[in-house]
């Protein structure tokens, strides 16, 4: 469905995506996991043909995207960053007055914007006002109306940033049944909770590059451990205890500003022999790694930073 190779964007002097390859396979959720500025929204405006790449190839739905940008478009549907919904409108007139770009009959844009007012859950809201309606239901909204023209291709920029948890879940639940049904989703985010309930597939950028690609599970066993003890001490005694720590056995450990990560098989031996060299931390936590503990691994950095 997509395929770069070489991939280039630059804003004067400033390289925004730096030659980057990744190909996304039909009915497939594939993301670019990274902090803000990494490129991941550059990308997404060359896939969506708004942002012409400044140099490598890239080819979607088998198209140019600088000759067939209006075709390819026609068939994408995308979700941007920040909702541009027309908030003087009801939520049904912002899906029939979005139909009409794409040049659908009335009647078929009524048949579909019933459906999916349906879909994401909006029906009993279909005659209200948008600027009263809650940053949630305003995102399922934007995925409603990105769905109007039945496009083969999702993109979402950031899909679920600043809802809160339910609202958050309620739009990973009408995204996984669009997987489902057989929509390719391509999306970008920097939670990492998110990437591995949605993504199939994803690579993780950093500084405009690619630093790893693979399965959220591929990603977390090659890069980290089955377990992360999560130490905290007193601020006065942070430094003390890291050095300490390092004669703990663990594949490798963080010190960070405000906690120590040990990473290893069995966090819950880790923690004895952390109490047998006398340390006592204010609180311990054994969990499971996660993309962020790749990330860290990667780069050195955590996704927020």
Known sequence: MIRARGLVKRFGDFTAV?????????GEAFGFL??????????????????????GELSILGLDPVADGP????????????DTLDLELTVRENLLVY????????????????????????SDRAEDQVEPLSGGMKRRLTIARSLINEPEIMLLDEPTTGLDPQARHAVWDRLFRLKQQGVTLVLTTHYMDEAEQLCDR???????????EGSPRELIE?????????????????????EKLASVLAERREVLADRILLYVTDGDVALA??????LEPLTSLVRRST???????????????
């Open 99 to 122: 139909g009409r770009y794409f040049g659908l009959s009335r009647e078929v844009i009524r048949e579909r914007t019933a459906h999916l007012l349906d879909f994401v859950q909006l």
């Open 222 to 242: 090659r890069y980290s451990t089955p377990e992360v003890l999560e130490l905290r001490f007193e601020p006065d005694r942070h430094q003390v205890a890291a």
């Open 71 to 82: 075709v390819i478009r026609a068939r994408l549907g995308v979700v941007p960053q920040e």
């Open 202 to 212: 994803l690579v993780v950028m950093d500084r405009a590059k690619i630093a790893a």
């Open 291 to 305: 993309l962020e503990d790749v990330f860290l691994r990667l780069t050195g950095r955590r996704l927020e930073d």
């Open 34 to 55: 990274g902090p803000n500025g990494a490129g991941k929204s550059s990308t997404m405006r060359m896939i969506g043909c708004v942002s012409s790449p400044s140099g």
């Open 273 to 278: 022999a952390v109490r047998a060299l006398g």
């Open 18 to 26: 730096d030659a980057i390859d990744f190909e996304v396979y039909r």
